[in-house]
């Protein structure tokens, strides 16, 4: 009997161990779970980690282009600027040139005048020195022959007003 008892005790124990070690091993596959859970959360993280920084090395290249391209535009814009510049100030001076050119023409155009206005006199007084008959004839000689040689071309350009100063 105590050889059954003891065997009795063995076995309520060996029961209680097995109780016990379920409960361990429940408890341990919980935990084997739990991180294994938490393993495949973190290997989700290190791909979603990895995505994002190949994503970022992706966007840096591009921000990387786009500023390069940036720099290129801002370098063309200053040489336009800069063409444009020197166009204005090459057509400045031109214009001044041109200016100075319809001065000058009409300075020409002055002194043209007023030459032509004192070979007329001239012819005047010498015509009316030598007859009428004469007078007429050189006189009208003298303009066919100024308005061939191109001193003066009566269908030209307007001239500008003159003022005539008459000496006595």
Same mark, same amino acid.
């Given at each position: 009997?105590?050889?059954?008892?003891?065997?009795?005790?063995?076995?309520?124990?060996?029961?209680?161990?097995?109780?016990?070690?379920?409960?361990?091993?429940?408890?341990?596959?919980?935990?084997?779970?739990?991180?294994?859970?938490?393993?495949?959360?973190?290997?989700?993280?290190?791909?979603?980690?990895?995505?994002? %920084?190949? %994503?970022?090395?992706?966007?840096?290249?591009?921000?990387?282009?786009?500023?390069?391209?940036?720099?290129?535009?801002?370098?063309?814009?200053?040489?336009?600027?800069?063409?444009?510049?020197?166009?204005?100030?090459?057509?400045?001076?031109?214009?001044?040139?041109?200016?100075?050119?319809?001065?000058?023409?009409?300075?020409?155009?002055?002194?043209?005048?007023?030459?032509?206005?004192?070979?007329?006199? $001239?012819?005047?007084?010498?015509?009316?020195?030598?007859?009428?008959?004469?007078?007429?004839?050189?006189?009208? %000689?003298?303009?066919?022959?100024?308005?061939?040689?191109?001193?003066?071309?009566?269908?030209?350009?307007?001239?500008?007003? $003159?003022?005539?100063?008459?000496?006595?």
């Amino acid at each position: 009997e105590t050889e059954v008892e003891q065997l009795q005790r063995l076995l309520a124990g060996m029961e209680k161990d097995h109780r016990d070690l379920l409960a361990r091993m429940e408890s341990g596959q919980a935990e084997l779970e739990r991180l294994r859970k938490v393993e495949g959360e973190r290997a989700a993280q290190q791909e979603r980690s990895s995505q994002l %920084e190949k %994503e970022v090395a992706g966007l840096r290249e591009k921000i990387h282009h786009l500023d390069d391209m940036l720099k290129s535009q801002q370098r063309k814009v200053r040489q336009m600027i800069e063409q444009l510049q020197n166009s204005k100030s090459v057509i400045q001076a031109k214009d001044a040139v041109i200016q100075e050119l319809k001065e000058r023409v009409s300075y020409l155009e002055a002194e043209n005048l007023e030459m032509h206005d004192r070979i007329e006199h $001239l012819i005047e007084k010498q015509v009316s020195r030598g007859g009428s008959s004469a007078r007429a004839r050189s006189k009208s %000689e003298y303009v066919s022959r100024v308005r061939n040689s191109g001193i003066w071309v009566g269908n030209g350009p307007k001239p500008l007003p $003159l003022i005539r100063v008459v000496e006595t």
